[in-house]
DNA sequence: TAAAATAAAGCTAAAAGAAAGGTTAGCGGA
DNA sequence: TCCGCTAACCTTTCTTTTAGCTTTATTTTA
């Protein structure tokens, strides 16, 4: 399986590849947006690992030219923390999936696993659990009798749900992958966007729920 | 859980050995890659944290050393900011992850989490005895006729059980166990909980017992 | 030595206490 | 104005203690 990998921090950069490799796939890797370009033009690849920021070109403005000359390769875009508007613009401009900085190896493989694994690619930009769907271009979260539009960190904690329903996920989970390691912030602030999305489900007659573990984490759980 | 932290600088190792041991790790710290080498020679560890810089054996060599041997134990090595190329050394030669100084306890703790939660995660997560099985993820003790989800002690208290059956255990042996040495907790916690449990297998139409032998202890007896 | 008395050990419901989690108002910053 | 966060207060759940009761073991007494 071959990859092009489009990440300009070096050190990330090599640290990805040898995680790849040692995982069985063959790396290219470029470090600015147009080399991306070049590669892509030259070459089939399995799959794209696509940084939004890099010089010269940006991820974006890559996913957006190869889309536009008919490449459906699964992309696979990367952004940091606080980029939230370029996860919207990424699934717009036709990525399969993103990945927020920091992530861990096992997570990218799952992504790129999954991007890889139905050749069929183009964007799945909804999420689904019950009767509740969640928009990841628009952030609605919906159901037959309404939608609301989520606020960043109540999309985040909804998205991370819905992507392992029937899977608990610990609280401190959320806070690395929501508010990053080195967040100041209290762990309340899990408990409350839990109860802000409690809210809107409710209020929307979703037939999931989420469920809280002592001790633990939460879980989305689906009717039966 | 064990841990085996190898860290030659000794007020960082006395720092994370705290912090460590704070969140329910054993753990045993050295101060240089030879003694490493014995220690992991010797004994069986969930996890080590292995620092690069050591002197007499680098960490590299430890880890090359180790897997060589064929010991999987999972490793979370540590570089100095400037090492780049020794993360992806380090990677190759077998590491699981790599943590880049300085950094802060809750992303050592999460990438330790998350190191070993794939050695141990599904190996079994269910216990069983005659019609009674516990669900170690989600503590739930259930029979075809139904389930409860246990509290954290009793959760414990029947864990022990389960993983002995047959044999005693001391009242005194909960008590280390679960409640630790420096516990002000009186002896009958032990009589509350084993009677809240029976409670529950009896609700359950459970075919097992816990039966109690004076001045002993408990001990869970399958049927015939 | 059998029966009665006493003591020790264990059992359990309920109350008290502690901890975890839930909810809301409000403040400050884009 | 919307969003993210904190802080205060509320609710629920878990843990421990209390106290009275039952069972089992030991000692005393006839």
Redesign the interface.
Request: glycine share 0%; proline share 0%.
């Given at each position: 399986m071959r990859l092009l990998l489009a990440e300009d921090e070096?050190?990330l950069s090599?640290?990805l590849?040898?995680?790849l490799e040692?995982n069985n796939y063959s790396v290219d890797a470029v470090y600015d947006g147009q080399e991306a370009l070049e590669y892509l033009k030259s070459d089939n690849y399995d799959g794209v690992i696509l940084d939004i920021m890099m010089p010269k070109i940006d991820g974006i403005t890559v996913l957006r030219t190869i889309r536009e000359q008919g490449n459906l390769v699964p992309v696979l875009l990367l952004t940091a923390k606080s980029e939230v508007d370029d996860k919207v613009l990424g699934l717009d401009a036709g990525a399969n999936d993103y990945l927020t900085k920091p992530f861990?190896?096992?997570e990218l493989l799952a992504r790129i696993r999954a991007m890889t694994r139905t050749q069929t690619a183009q964007a799945d930009s909804m999420l689904r659990a019950g009767n509740v769907t969640l928009n990841l271009a628009t952030y609605e979260l919906s159901t037959a009798s309404g939608s609301y539009r989520l606020a960043n960190k109540e999309f985040q904690m909804m998205e991370m749900l819905m992507r392992n329903p029937g899977n608990?996920i610990?609280t401190?989970?959320f806070?690395?992958k929501i508010w990053g390691?080195?967040s100041e912030a209290e762990i309340n602030v899990v408990w409350v966007y839990i109860s802000y999305l409690r809210k809107k489900l409710n209020a929307l007659g979703a037939d999931v729920k989420i469920n809280v573990?002592?001790?633990a984490g939460y879980m989305l759980v689906e009717p039966k």
């Open positions: 070096a050190a090599k640290a590849k040898a995680i040692r861990n190896s096992r608990l610990a401190e989970r806070m690395e390691y080195d573990k002592r001790n």
